[in-house]
């Protein structure tokens, strides 16, 4: 399971080093890295991207709503590879989705981990706990 938060800066064009508890978390060296929401980029273990694509692919394409998913989840998806140094290169059209320059935010979200533009991310969590603070 993908947990905590963590900061750091690429380490060349678009290549960053994932934190050493999510590279334990992972069974392949293959990421599916895909466009999120919020404008974050999500990271899956290959075979949790297969599970997820499953639960897609299990709508019927009948339904306008399974169809707007597939495109959004399959069109912005793209393989990488984690090289021995614990990198991956993020894409330039994922970089520019989630406006990630040089630093980012890593953070655990369970079966993911997401890449978060450091302000992107802050703003986030600050309207999340308020929200949270609303249930309370």
Request: charged content about 35%; some cysteine.
């Amino acid at each position: 399971m993908f947990l905590g938060e963590y900061q750091t800066k690429f380490t060349g064009k678009g290549r960053v080093i994932l934190p050493r508890k999510f590279r334990q978390e992972l069974k392949t060296r293959e990421i599916i890295l895909s466009r999120g929401f919020e404008k974050c980029i999500w990271g899956f273990d290959l075979k949790d991207f297969e599970a997820e694509a499953k639960k897609q692919l299990e709508i019927s394409a009948t339904e306008e709503r399974a169809r707007y998913m597939r495109r959004y989840l399959f069109s912005g998806s793209e393989s990488v590879e984690l090289d021995a140094q614990g990198r991956i290169i993020i894409p330039s059209a994922l970089l520019d989705f989630a406006s990630v320059k040089k630093e980012v935010t890593i953070i655990g979200a369970g079966d993911h981990f997401e890449i978060w533009n450091v302000k992107l991310w802050k703003k986030h969590i600050t309207e999340v706990e308020v929200k949270i603070g609303r249930l309370s």
